[in-house]
């Protein structure tokens, strides 16, 4: 009994570590204009410090994992919290736009690779059968941040100043810096971990496959997400102050998204689950572009996109640690890059139609054609699978 209280208090650490993540990733969409003209800057400049976190998360999550292997998870978990802490509270003292640019990159560094670590602790800290559940408690820190720390940290920054929501995760940097100290267990890295090397977990072919399925699908969501707002104004004719409703809905979605995303990787294959979540994400944004002009069913769409989105996270981290045997660590770090490079593309790729004078409904098209590429190359990897698993018989048999 006490050790199932203890693992789930390491459990509440990581989901601790993923809000305060969670807050300096999407805080800074909210103070955008109160940072541009405090530092004198344009708005699409400002814009950078959201690219140079993603950028932080790419390059960090493979690095730091590389080169914390041979710590303990509970170090590394110690150390990554520490990193955060201290650059995103810098953030809150930059001056100028290259000053903050480059905090913001150091900000991102730890991102990757303390959900890919946390994400692998997580099942090991779990009861036989439940390791989605237990990845689905350290991302609902992620989705919870987006219900009542973005707008609490947008709320701080627009009254007072920007600095003080860094400094606000600057703060919860602090809490998980606790609470991993004194409730993460030492647990000890397998052996067979240790002899797997990292170049080795890099020529994995079905763990790429996986990470473009990432990059891919989730970029459809990224796709409706990155223009939720100028959709609720322009298109469904609503008043600015429903585009904060509109996303605590969208982050409300996520939080029920992320749980019933775990438990369909219990009741499927975490890749058939990913499969049957892109599918509908597909149908559902469809949908959006022919009621987009009605207000009220577009905001009951977005807490229904919202939580569709988040049925992906937990069943493709899974697949990915079953598929990167030897070096989970490794690779379930590179799958959160992958997850802000479909951020970034998705972003980038749904702006194309609109920048051509296609209209904003269109970036739920392209969110659309992304999750439904995102559903061939899942089925493609389950196909290679199928002919490996009949090939591997058949050698059996002839011995």
Same mark, same amino acid.
């Given at each position: 009994?006490?050790?199932?209280?203890?693992?789930?208090?390491?459990?509440?650490?990581?989901?601790?570590?993923?809000?305060?993540?969670?807050? *300096?990733?999407?805080?800074?969409?909210?103070?955008?204009?109160?940072?541009?003209?405090?530092?004198?800057?344009?708005?699409?400049?400002?814009?950078?410090?959201?690219?140079?976190?993603?950028?932080?998360?790419?390059?960090?999550?493979?690095?730091?994992?590389?080169?914390? $292997?041979?710590?303990? @998870?509970?170090?590394?978990?110690?150390?990554?919290?520490?990193?955060?802490?201290?650059?995103?509270?810098?953030?809150?003292?930059? *001056?100028?736009?290259?000053?903050?640019?480059?905090? =913001?990159?150091?900000?991102?560094?730890?991102?990757?690779?303390?959900?890919?670590?946390?994400?692998?602790?997580?099942?090991?800290?779990?009861?036989?059968?439940?390791?989605?559940?237990?990845?689905?408690?350290?991302?609902?820190?992620?989705?919870?941040?987006?219900?009542?720390?973005? @707008?609490?940290?947008?709320?701080?920054?627009?009254?007072? +100043?920007?600095?003080? $929501?860094?400094?606000?995760?600057?703060?919860?940097?602090?809490?998980?810096?606790? $609470?991993?100290?004194?409730?993460?267990?030492?647990?000890?890295?397998?052996? *067979?971990?240790?002899?797997?090397?990292?170049?080795?977990?890099?020529?994995?072919?079905?763990?790429?496959?996986?990470?473009?399925?990432?990059?891919?699908?989730?970029?459809?969501?990224?796709?409706?997400?990155?223009?939720?707002?100028?959709?609720?104004?322009?298109?469904?004719?609503?008043?600015?102050?429903?585009?904060?409703?509109?996303?605590?809905?969208?982050?409300?979605?996520?939080?029920?998204?992320?749980?019933?995303?775990?438990?369909?990787?219990?009741?499927?294959? @975490?890749?058939?689950?990913?499969?049957?979540?892109?599918?509908?994400?597909?149908?559902?944004?469809?949908?959006?572009?022919?009621?987009?002009?009605?207000?009220?069913?577009?905001?009951?769409?977005?807490?229904?996109?919202?939580?569709? $989105?988040?049925?992906?996270?937990?069943?493709?981290?899974?697949?990915?640690?079953?598929?990167?045997?030897?070096?989970?660590?490794?690779?379930?770090?590179?799958?959160? +890059?992958?997850?802000?490079?479909?951020?970034?593309?998705?972003?980038?790729?749904?702006?194309? @139609?609109?920048?051509?004078?296609?209209?904003?409904?269109?970036?739920?098209?392209?969110?659309?054609?992304?999750?439904? +590429?995102?559903?061939?190359?899942?089925?493609?990897?389950?196909?290679? =699978?199928? =002919?490996?698993?009949?090939?591997? =018989?058949?050698?059996?048999? +002839?011995?």
């Amino acid at each position: 009994m006490d050790a199932i209280k203890s693992n789930k208090k390491a459990l509440f650490a990581l989901a601790i570590g993923g809000f305060g993540i969670g807050l *300096t990733e999407f805080v800074i969409m909210g103070i955008l204009t109160e940072v541009s003209g405090s530092l004198g800057i344009t708005i699409p400049q400002a814009g950078h410090f959201i690219a140079a976190y993603a950028l932080g998360v790419v390059v960090g999550a493979p690095l730091l994992t590389g080169l914390g $292997s041979k710590l303990t @998870p509970k170090k590394m978990l110690f150390l990554l919290m520490i990193w955060f802490t201290v650059f995103n509270t810098l953030s809150g003292l930059a *001056t100028g736009y290259t000053s903050l640019l480059f905090m =913001r990159f150091l900000s991102g560094i730890p991102h990757g690779a303390f959900f890919g670590i946390g994400a692998v602790v997580a099942t090991k800290l779990a009861k036989k059968g439940k390791g989605a559940q237990a990845i689905s408690i350290m991302f609902s820190g992620l989705t919870v941040a987006n219900v009542i720390g973005v @707008p609490i940290g947008t709320y701080l920054g627009q009254q007072f +100043s920007w600095s003080v $929501s860094f400094y606000l995760v600057g703060f919860v940097g602090l809490l998980a810096l606790g $609470s991993i100290y004194l409730w993460m267990p030492k647990i000890e890295v397998d052996e *067979t971990e240790e002899k797997v090397s990292v170049s080795k977990g890099l020529k994995n072919t079905e763990l790429w496959a996986l990470i473009a399925l990432t990059t891919i699908g989730t970029g459809g969501f990224f796709a409706w997400y990155s223009y939720v707002a100028p959709l609720i104004t322009d298109v469904a004719g609503l008043p600015n102050h429903f585009v904060g409703y509109a996303m605590m809905l969208a982050g409300l979605g996520m939080v029920v998204g992320n749980f019933l995303g775990a438990k369909m990787a219990e009741l499927f294959s @975490p890749l058939k689950a990913v499969i049957i979540s892109l599918s509908v994400m597909c149908g559902i944004l469809l949908l959006n572009m022919i009621i987009a002009t009605n207000p009220y069913l577009l905001m009951v769409l977005t807490f229904v996109i919202g939580a569709i $989105s988040f049925t992906v996270a937990t069943p493709i981290q899974m697949a990915i640690i079953n598929t990167s045997k030897g070096s989970e660590m490794l690779g379930s770090s590179m799958n959160q +890059s992958a997850f802000n490079m479909g951020n970034a593309s998705g972003a980038y790729l749904a702006g194309l @139609p609109i920048a051509f004078g296609y209209g904003i409904i269109y970036s739920s098209l392209v969110g659309a054609i992304l999750a439904f +590429s995102g559903v061939a190359i899942a089925i493609a990897i389950l196909i290679v =699978r199928k =002919r490996k698993e009949a090939k591997y =018989r058949k050698m059996a048999m +002839s011995c």
